[in-house]
Nanobody, 125 residues
Framework: QVQLVESGGGLVQAGNSLRLSCAASGRTDSTWAMAWFRQAPGKEREFVASINWSYGGTDYADSVKGRFGISRDMRAKVLYLQMNSLKPEDTAVYYC??????????????????WGQGTQVTVSS
């Protein structure tokens, strides 16, 4: 089992930045990839960004390309999401996810085995 705990959410004005963190614990040695998803009220959960845990390859949703950056600290087992130039439409609960085995379809939530509890990000205009 892998436990994921997100932190770093909050209320910010449009144009500002936030950095989310996701601390992983438990049996993380076989982690293939980790990702961030988000879910806004009344909408389905959507892919934000992913990273291959070993090689560091990344993927981003078109809506966040150029503004968000995903990274990881392998030794500390922490996943990050640096969010810059935030927009009101980025308001959502952000979830951290981990996939045990690969290859996977990085943008598909069905391919991830473990999820955090989520952290709220609210961007005011």
């Amino acid at each position: 089992q892998v436990q994921l705990v997100e932190s770093g959410g909050g209320l910010v004005q449009a144009g500002n930045s936030l950095r989310l963190s996701c601390a992983a614990s438990g049996r993380t040695d076989s982690t293939w990839a980790m990702a961030w998803f988000r879910q806004a009220p009344g909408k389905e959960r959507e892919f934000v960004a992913s990273i291959n845990w070993s090689y560091g390859g990344t993927d981003y949703a078109d809506s966040v390309k150029g503004r968000f950056g995903i990274s990881r600290d392998m030794r500390a087992k922490v996943l990050y999401l640096q969010m810059n130039s935030l927009k009101p439409e980025d308001t959502a609960v952000y979830y951290c996810a981990a996939a045990k085995n690969g290859p996977i379809t990085y943008y598909s939530s069905n391919d991830y085995n473990y999820w955090g509890q989520g952290t709220q990000v609210t961007v005011s205009s």
